[in-house]
């Protein structure tokens, strides 16, 4: 664990895995933290030295007065790059960190090596669904973030995956009651602008694009509409919903590591 300092605060990060290994950014979802991770970090950590970071106003990071925007927090991952003094990287990126990862493809080519988006979109919703949610977590504060992680479960994971690992569905959506309510409201706000459908075709960066077959939040079309745009980007889908590295657990990691360990993209 470690802190990067930032203009306006502290950005938390992790660092695992050999020291002079290739650099692979792991960037969470939204009412996550840097443990979202946790599952994947034996298998990734035998290739390549792992960077993990809370995404600001999540986890111990710093929260700072909102709306953030995606482009604020792919800022936030050049400074922990530059801080760091890692000149490029593997990025890997879920929900609102495959849109992170999608600007960066788009405004930071030069500091990739390849990009992972996983169970995202160009664009994730509209503002009739954002807006709401924003100003109820504002105004019941604690209290929102609750109800949110009660209602969360179905969202990041089957049924049948939840009922059958319920320890596991418990420790990711605790994550979310225990996020700073105006981190939480402040990071919506950059998810619900983000729209990167007219600039998908710029990215340049080997991509892989992965989906989960019962995701709700963002089904699969979207995920197909990236790889369609992204000349050259591989697919990929697993039995999953919202969460899929968590619920697929292994065979999620064995197709990144193919990717990622593709001759062509060391």
């Not at 933290?33 to 710093?62: C, Y």
């Not at 849109?99 to 664009?123: D, H």
Request: net charge negative.
């Amino acid at each position: 664990m470690g802190f990067v300092q930032l203009a306006d605060g502290e950005l938390n990060y992790q660092l695992d895995g050999p020291e002079h290994a290739p650099v692979l950014v792991l960037s969470n979802s939204l009412g996550t933290n840097l443990h979202m991770w946790d599952v994947q970090i034996p298998a990734f950590t035998e290739h390549f030295r792992v960077l993990r970071f809370d995404t600001r106003g999540h986890g111990r990071s710093l929260v700072t007065p909102g709306p953030y925007s995606i482009e604020q927090l792919g800022r936030d991952v050049l400074a922990l790059l530059d801080a760091l003094r890692i000149e490029r990287a593997h990025f890997c990126g879920l929900s609102m960190g495959g849109l992170i990862g999608q600007w960066l493809g788009i405004n930071a080519a030069e500091r990739l090596r390849t990009l992972v988006v996983c169970n995202t979109a160009a664009k994730i919703g509209d503002p009739s669904g954002w807006n709401p949610r924003i100003e109820t977590v504002l105004r019941d504060g604690p209290a929102a973030m609750v109800a949110l992680r009660d209602a969360s479960i179905a969202r990041w994971f089957t049924p049948d995956f939840a009922d059958a690992n319920p320890a596991v569905a418990k420790q990711i959506t605790d994550m979310l009651a225990a996020t700073s309510p105006q981190g939480y409201a402040a990071n919506c706000a950059a998810v619900r602008d983000a729209d990167f459908r007219e600039q998908l075709a710029s990215i340049t960066v080997p991509t892989l694009v992965i989906a989960g077959t019962e995701d709700a939040v963002t089904p699969p079309s979207g995920g197909h509409f990236i790889q369609e745009q992204v000349r050259g980007a591989e697919y990929a889908e697993f039995v999953a919903a919202h969460l899929s590295n968590v619920q697929a657990g292994s065979a999620f990691s064995e197709r990144v590591l193919d990717f990622l360990l593709a001759e062509k993209h060391l």
